[in-house]
């Protein structure tokens, strides 16, 4: 995703020394980084936790990032690292489904993100859209890390499997089989409701957009208020 112009402009600015502009970096992308997160750990607490830790590495990182419209992105990956690590450190990653690791793109180019469209109904309805989100929560954590990466982030395959050190076809079947699950999921509620939603697929990054731009604004911990003197 492409950070807005405003973004890139505070980042050069504390780029370039500028450490009073690290508020308006933390203002500006901190929702999108805080479902980011929260998709992954499931859990408000550490989320702020992993939030606090992501723009700490950010500070600490900035002179690594080389291009401003890639702001986001990069941040992402920082953020999903820090919960990674942190999932690991406590024996909390379920690493179950990790896929056959052979024939992985075969099954993964089988599920196309195009086949069908939500109505624009199903977009403002927010019921509808907080049963979408829990199928998606109800993924194991590598296929959430996954998604978010690949769907919300707008990562390659090629770059989650360098982020996660995992191979490339482990991811292409985690995306896979979560994609199946999605599916099934949705497939599920289309009975229970007597409604149609379609195929979420080609919507995940829409869903998540929007979830961050109505997403409560998280203050600024103090630890990071020093950043700015």
Same mark, same amino acid.
């Given at each position: 995703?492409?950070?807005?112009?405003?973004?890139?402009?505070?980042?050069?600015?504390?780029?370039?020394?500028?450490?009073?502009?690290?508020?308006?970096?933390?203002?500006?992308?901190?929702?999108?980084?805080?479902?980011?997160?929260?998709?992954?750990?499931?859990?408000?607490?550490?989320?702020?936790?992993?939030?606090?830790?992501?723009?700490?590495?950010?500070?600490?990182?900035?002179?690594?990032?080389?291009?401003?419209?890639?702001? !986001? &992105?990069? +941040?992402?990956?920082?953020? #999903?690292?820090?919960?990674? /690590?942190?999932?690991? $450190?406590? @024996?909390?990653?379920?690493?179950?489904?990790?896929?056959?690791?052979?024939?992985?793109?075969?099954?993964?180019?089988?599920?196309?993100?195009?086949?069908?469209?939500?109505?624009?109904?199903?977009?403002?309805?927010?019921?509808?859209?907080?049963?979408?989100?829990?199928?998606?929560?109800?993924?194991?954590?590598?296929?959430?890390?996954?998604?978010?990466?690949?769907?919300?982030?707008?990562?390659?395959?090629?770059?989650?499997?360098?982020?996660?050190?995992?191979?490339?076809?482990?991811?292409?079947?985690? !995306? &896979?089989? +979560?994609?199946?699950?999605? #599916?099934?999921?949705?497939? /599920?509620?289309?009975? $229970?409701? @007597?409604?149609?939603?379609?195929?979420?697929?080609?919507?995940?990054?829409?869903?998540?957009?929007?979830?961050?731009?109505?997403?409560?604004?998280?203050?600024?911990?103090?630890?990071?208020?020093?950043?700015?003197?």
């Amino acid at each position: 995703m492409k950070a807005p112009e405003e973004l890139q402009k505070a980042v050069e600015r504390y780029r370039n020394g500028e450490k009073s502009y690290f508020d308006q970096i933390y203002k500006l992308s901190h929702r999108y980084l805080y479902v980011c997160i929260k998709h992954i750990v499931k859990d408000k607490e550490i989320a702020s936790d992993m939030l606090q830790e992501t723009y700490l590495e950010i500070s600490r990182s900035i002179e690594q990032l080389r291009n401003t419209e890639d702001f !986001l &992105n990069w +941040a992402a990956v920082i953020s #999903k690292r820090k919960c990674y /690590a942190y999932l690991n $450190k406590t @024996d909390k990653l379920f690493l179950s489904d990790t896929g056959n690791e052979g024939g992985g793109q075969e099954i993964f180019e089988s599920i196309a993100d195009d086949e069908e469209f939500i109505p624009e109904s199903i977009m403002q309805d927010r019921e509808k859209r907080m049963m979408i989100k829990n199928i998606i929560d109800g993924l194991s954590d590598m296929q959430r890390m996954c998604v978010i990466g690949y769907y919300y982030n707008e990562q390659k395959q090629e770059e989650i499997s360098d982020e996660l050190g995992i191979p490339l076809n482990t991811v292409k079947s985690h !995306l &896979n089989r +979560a994609k199946a699950k999605i #599916k099934e999921g949705i497939l /599920a509620l289309e009975i $229970k409701k @007597d409604t149609k939603l379609y195929a979420i697929l080609p919507f995940l990054l829409l869903l998540f957009t929007e979830e961050a731009q109505e997403c409560e604004p998280v203050p600024m911990p103090p630890e990071l208020k020093s950043l700015m003197a």
